[in-house]
């Protein structure tokens, strides 16, 4: 069984940065992919990044193009997620998801996501 747990958020002003964290335990796929989502208060959940395991390649909606950045170390078995000039309509709860090996990260990012954190709640005030 695959156990995500996502950590980082908080409370940030406009123009502000922070970084999210989503470290995998149990058993971790070949070929799988991580991706970050967030659901805003009264809004369906949106996908924002994936990235690859087997090539590193990344992707990201274009709300967050530019601004966000999804990287992984491996050896912590932790995805990241650094969000710098922050908005305040990037207020909301953020998840990770990852799948059981199928390595898509075809936006909005979702299919074939199997394993779900909890989710860190990110809001940004202006």
């Known amino acids: 069984e695959v156990q995500l747990v996502e950590s980082g958020g908080g409370l940030v002003q406009a123009g502000g940065s922070l970084r999210l964290s989503c470290v995998a335990s149990g058993f971790v796929y070949d070929d799988h992919a991580v991706g970050w989502f967030r659901q805003a208060p009264g809004k369906e959940r949106e996908g924002i990044s994936c990235i690859r395991d087997r090539d590193g390649s990344t992707a990201y909606a274009d709300s967050v193009k530019g601004r966000f950045t999804i990287s992984s170390d491996s050896s912590k078995n932790t995805v990241y997620l650094q969000m710098n000039n922050l908005k305040p309509e990037d207020t909301g709860v953020y998840f990770c998801?990852?799948?059981?090996?199928?390595?898509?990260?075809?936006?909005?990012?979702?299919?074939?996501?199997?394993?779900w954190g909890k989710g860190t709640l990110v809001n940004v005030s202006s």
């Open positions: 998801a990852t799948d059981d090996g199928d390595g898509i990260c075809q936006e909005p990012f979702d299919v074939g996501m199997d394993y």
